[in-house]
Nanobody, 122 residues
Framework: QVQLVESGGGLVQAGGSLRLSCAAS????????MGWFRQAPGKEREFVAA????????YYADSVKGRFTISRDNTKNTLYLQMNSLKPEDTAVYYC???????????????WGQGTQVTVSS
């Protein structure tokens, strides 16, 4: 069992930056593939970024590549998402998730956080 709690969301102007964190409970954090997804009002949840258990492999949606960076610290049981050059279209609730198989597929993740709101004003 893994419990996930996101933090770091907020209101930022276009072009600004935010850093999201996801604190995980349990001793098995380091064995999980971890991902960030987001959901905007009226839209389906979409993949943002993922990182394998060691941090050696990362995956990004085309829409955030070059602007967002995913990382993890297994000694702190924490996942991060550094978001730079934010755009209004990045506005959404951001969720972290823990899984084992397919990085970009939401249904393959076993555990989800409650989400944190990110709002980017123009």
């Amino acid at each position: 069992q893994v419990q996930l709690v996101e933090s770091g969301g907020g209101l930022v102007q276009a072009g600004g930056s935010l850093r999201l964190s996801c604190a995980a409970s349990g001793r098995t954090f380091s064995s999980y593939l971890m991902g960030w997804f987001r959901q905007a009002p009226g839209k389906e949840r979409e993949f943002v970024a993922a990182i394998n258990w060691s941090g050696g492999s990362t995956y990004y949606a085309d829409s955030v590549k070059g602007r967002f960076t995913i990382s993890r610290d297994n000694t702190k049981n924490t996942l991060y998402l550094q978001m730079n050059s934010l755009k209004p279209e990045d506005t959404a609730v951001y969720y972290c998730a823990a899984g084992r198989k397919f990085p970009k597929v939401a249904s393959s993740y076993d555990y989800w956080g409650q989400g944190t709101q990110v709002t980017v004003s123009s």
